[in-house]
């Protein structure tokens, strides 16, 4: 077992974002039977969206929103605070897989991470939102054509990108290890993502919504014209609800709908917090414009700095477990802490000393397109989206349009793209799914050990056009 970095010593098991005094007391579960035009499942950013947007678009529609937890606490309230414009986790990634319309979903991302600031001014939603941009980095060599490419084909598309060499980059952030940089000014903002749910939980309340915390959907059926929900609250507190229509936003979580299992994976992500910077330390790094981080591996971090000084350091290992496991005990890995710590201290040396406040993990649903996907089952009165791959904090906006229009049975620009009607290709059936799943992930370590020179198995995944990164 990989020893404990020190600087971790005291590091509270707990997000950051959701270890605070500001977090709201639950809402009481669901208790005997209701009913509601529409039921949405899942308190995440999806649901939250789907039913404020829901009373938005009709306020005489009767809109009921169950969380198993507390809304917010699972991936929206334990993410780096990425807010992108990108619907299709990234530039390269939907143009290679949307060339037709590719023009048309960077367009309606555009527009997408526009409402959002519209949203969160318009309800008073304090979480900080800031539009730093994105900072990517180089950190070996061979990364520097990499980021050229990414920059000639963003400007392809208009977007405000800028070339930065060894110099200029550290001039941005101090950190040794960078050797270039790529600046993309117009397309990422910075929030905090426990109190941007918390703020839509508020909205969605204003707004009329009712919600039922730690109330778990158990099953559904169809009920003449409608959907009956069989639910469980609090001390096994029996309920249901009769909904003409649903959304069921439950993303990395077992799904209600079995077609689901083959087509995403739960992939557990990690991060760390730092403590706050000192003045001298802040100086030490640089970092004025406040940008979110990330390099150019493909076992990447991302990382960036908070409203109160801190660091956020995550990513590089992406875990799956076999049978497509979530527990939570699963949040927890020493490996991974004490891996990300070193890399930490390697990126930033000169704040060695820098304590650890808090670290944690979460799952994120990934599928075999890195973007999501949509559909609808139970004759058109069910519609979900999921496979975010971890960029959800501001395409789940978007996906919540998406599963409203499905459910309305309309023909709109959103269910006439491909990215909308088409499927990723679905997974395979375990044991063949981990050995894949681990043969990527060695792959991608060994890759990154070797100037980036992809083995057979990745070439294969290329081809087929299932690249892969973590």
């Known amino acids: 077992m990989t020893a404990a970095h020190p600087a971790l010593a005291d590091a509270a098991r707990v997000p950051y974002w959701l270890d605070r005094p500001e977090r709201p007391d639950p809402l009481p579960p669901l208790a005997g039977p209701t009913s509601a035009d529409l039921l949405v499942v899942g308190g995440g950013y999806s649901g939250l969206w789907a039913a404020l947007l829901a009373r938005q678009a009709d306020p005489g529609r ?176 029996p309920g249901s609800v009769r909904a003409g229509r649903v959304v069921l936003a439950t993303n990395a979580f077992p799904p209600l709908l079995r077609r689901l299992r083959a087509w995403t994976v739960p992939v557990y992500d990690y991060a760390l917090m730092t403590e706050p910077l000192r003045p001298e330390q802040r100086a030490a790094v640089g970092w004025r414009n406040r940008q979110g981080l990330t390099d150019t591996g493909n076992q990447f971090h991302y990382y960036r700095i908070t409203g109160d000084n801190r660091i956020l350091f995550g990513g590089y290992d992406a875990v799956y477990h076999y049978g497509n496991r979530v527990a939570p005990a699963l949040e927890q ?48 009165r069910l519609a979900y989206a999921a496979g975010y791959t971890g960029l959800g904090v501001g395409a789940t906006r978007f996906g919540a349009r998406v599963m409203l229009d499905l459910l309305d049975g309309a023909d709109t620009p959103l269910t006439r793209l491909g990215l909308v009607r088409d499927k990723p290709l679905p997974f395979p059936p375990e044991p063949v799914r981990a050995a894949g799943i681990g043969l990527t992930r060695w792959s991608l370590a060994r890759a990154d050990a070797r100037q980036g020179r992809r083995n057979l198995w990745l070439r294969t995944l290329d081809r087929l056009g299932l690249g892969f990164d973590s």
């Open 62 to 237: 009767e809109v009921l929103l169950v969380e198993a937890g507390t809304c917010g606490w699972a991936a929206s309230g334990r993410n780096g605070g990425f807010c992108a414009a990108s619907l299709t986790h990234g530039l390269a990634n939907g143009a290679q897989r949307f060339p037709g319309e590719i023009d048309e979903l960077e367009r309606l991302g555009r527009e997408n991470l526009a409402a959002i600031e519209a949203t969160v001014a318009e309800h008073r939603i304090d979480c900080d939102f800031e539009r730093t941009g994105e900072l990517a980095v180089a950190v070996e060599p061979y990364q520097l054509a990499g980021l050229a490419q990414d920059a000639a084909l963003a400007r392809r598309y208009g977007h405000d990108v800028t070339l930065l060499d060894r110099e200029q980059v550290r001039a941005e952030v101090n950190s040794p290890t960078y050797l270039g940089g790529l600046s993309d000014r117009d397309r990422v903002a910075m929030l905090d993502p426990a109190r941007l749910a918390w703020g839509l939980r508020r909205a969605c309340l204003d707004a009329g919504v009712r919600i039922h915390e730690h109330t778990r959907v158990t099953g559904l059926r169809r009920d003449g014209g409608a959907l009956h929900a069989r639910t469980v609250g609090a001390d096994d507190l």
């Open 333 to 380: 890995r020493e490996a991974t802490f004490a891996a990300l710590a070193e890399h930490f201290f390697a990126t930033f040396p000169q704040l060695d000393g820098l304590r650890f406040s808090h670290r944690w993990g979460g799952v994120i649903d990934t599928c075999t397109r890195f973007c999501p996907f949509f559909g609808t089952a139970y004759d058109g």
